[in-house]
């Protein structure tokens, strides 16, 4: 079920894996890595493109060169804005402010910090950390972006640091979830990305699918995380690979969308103390659709 939180809708996070709600997939187009972690030093940071045929466009495309986070297509928090916000649906530790968010060397940088900062909610948060979003300014505002259907990319490194819960991912326009689009999450690992679809059943209780892909030394470098979303499909990529597809429809959005970026702090479980702070990279983003 999905009800608005204090300062805005609640996300549900894919915790709880044993839930009579989750259905595990598994990686469908290529074995998993045997042994320890595969090392990063191999991977490009090139785009692979759409992997699907057709006459694709692309719609957006950030390289985040120079200094200064593009605001025509980025705003730095979700769409229940106030002054900073948070995700009260997950109980993460961080409030997000636009001061952890950076560009510098042809990198966008997200920087999570234990520091106490006091939200607008007049909670005291021990984290403040950075996001993007192609949602709106406040709850009463216009989206800056939003999707149906397409083929989403991003290079990104994840931060090496426990307890941090990084994820590119892309919530309704309506700024309600389900459905929702997991593009990529690290959950309690940075060895195992996870890729989730999540939708309402016709009685109304929300179900999700999940599929995994690792051990991978995700940390030591940038990786590929790619979604095709298509009216009869979902496809999953990490480095250009298939590693998810979902084909029954009933799972598949068909509403515009809004793309997040985000370092959420303390999801399942807090930092150690010894960290006291983790930066999230992304080298691009970019975005592909075809013609409607």
């Not at 009800?3 to 595990?24: I, N, W």
């Not at 980025?74 to 995700?87: A, E, F, K, L, V």
């Amino acid at each position: 079920m999905t009800v608005r939180g204090t300062r805005g809708p609640l996300r549900r996070a894919a915790l709880t894996l044993a839930s009579a709600l989750l259905v595990t997939a598994t990686a469908t187009a290529c074995a998993e890595p045997a042994g320890g972690p595969a090392a990063a030093e191999a991977v490009t940071t090139s785009s692979t493109g759409p992997p699907a045929p057709g006459t694709w466009r692309l719609v957006l495309d950030d390289g985040f060169d120079g200094t200064e986070l593009d605001g025509r297509t980025w705003t730095t928090c979700y769409d229940w804005n106030d002054d900073g916000c948070t995700n009260s649906g997950n109980d993460e530790l961080q409030w997000y402010l636009p001061e952890q968010v950076a560009v510098r060397d042809g990198e966008l940088v997200l920087t999570a910090e234990r520091r106490e900062t006091r939200g607008s909610d007049d909670k005291n948060y021990p984290w403040t950390s950075g996001m993007i979003s192609t949602g709106r300014d406040h709850w009463d505002g216009d989206p800056r972006r939003t999707f149906t259907y397409g083929y989403f990319e991003a290079a990104i490194r994840i931060p090496a640091e426990e307890g941090m819960f990084p994820a590119f991912w892309m919530m309704p326009a309506s700024r309600y979830t389900p459905p929702e689009l997991d593009i990529m999450e690290f959950l309690a690992t940075t060895e195992r990305v996870s890729m989730y679809v999540h939708w309402n059943e016709p009685d109304g209780e929300e179900a999700r699918q999940r599929g995994t892909y690792g051990p991978v030394d995700f940390p030591a470098g940038y990786h590929v995380f790619g979604l095709l979303w298509e009216p009869d499909a979902l496809v999953w990529y990490v480095d250009g690979v298939e590693r998810l597809r979902v084909t029954d429809t009933e799972r598949i959005p068909d509403v515009p969308m809004e793309v997040l970026l985000n370092l959420a702090v303390g999801v399942p479980h807090p930092p150690p103390e010894t960290v006291d702070t983790a930066r999230m990279s992304v080298d691009w983003v970019r975005v592909w659709q075809q013609p409607s």
